[in-house]
């Protein structure tokens, strides 16, 4: 939700912060997440996360506020990750990619007395894809970042962990893997969740 607003044009993310008040998680994970949306790689790799902050920072696309919440940990976590392997070895790089697109309603159910009530309707479907790599190979790859925290049974359980996340976030990478598939005529060869907290690309 906080994303959701942060992306508005009626509200700013910075607006939802008290600069008296501990920041959240979520708030926490936003933040960093809105240096993944606009970090210059280049300038990571030659000058590091916090001079890319200050830069974000000195250009207006993070204020001071929540420049002092970016998780640097995570960041760096980022940064020595396969999913950063892939990034750099790119042959292109869209982030925050947006889309809107009709989809069939019938496509959201399953019940096939709903599907017959629904007939030819259509439903406008849009969204924002974290990170679409397209490799050397010509291959797609969808990643979306996400702050979910992994509980200590997830951490020790991979399956468990697996699963969780394919329940959370299924429907929403189903509807990502559409829209790559009609507007790039390819499916993504792989789906990621990279996870903030783990530090790590999962493959869905």
């Known amino acids: 939700h906080r994303i959701e607003l942060m992306r508005s044009a009626t509200a700013s ?3 939802l912060l008290d600069v008296n008040k501990k920041p959240t998680a979520a708030e926490i994970g936003t933040a960093t997440h ?3 949306q606009y970090c210059d ?3 990571v790799e030659k000058n590091g996360v916090e001079a890319e902050i200050s830069r974000l920072r000195e250009m ?3 204020t001071e506020r929540v420049a002092s919440i970016i998780n640097r940990d995570q960041l760096s ?3 020595k990750s396969s999913m950063y392997a892939h990034v750099l070895s790119a042959k292109n790089v869209l982030r ?3 889309f809107g697109l009709f989809k069939s309603a019938s496509d959201f159910t399953q019940n096939e007395t709903l599907k017959d009530l629904v007939g030819d309707k259509k439903i406008f479907v849009q969204g924002s894809i974290d990170l679409l790599i397209e490799t050397a190979d010509g291959d797609i790859l969808l990643c979306d970042y996400k702050t979910d925290r992994i509980t200590h049974e997830e951490m020790r359980d991979r399956a468990l962990l697996i699963r969780n996340m394919r329940e959370r976030h299924g429907e929403q990478l189903e509807q990502y893997k559409y829209a790559v598939n009609q507007i790039f005529g390819k499916t993504p060869k792989s789906i990621y969740i990279y996870s903030l907290p783990l530090g790590e ?3 869905m």
């Open 13 to 15: 993310f910075d607006s």
């Open 34 to 36: 809105l240096f993944l």
């Open 41 to 43: 790689y280049q300038n």
């Open 60 to 62: 207006r696309f993070i």
């Open 77 to 79: 976590g980022f940064f």
């Open 96 to 98: 925050e990619f947006k």
């Open 201 to 203: 690309a999962i493959e």
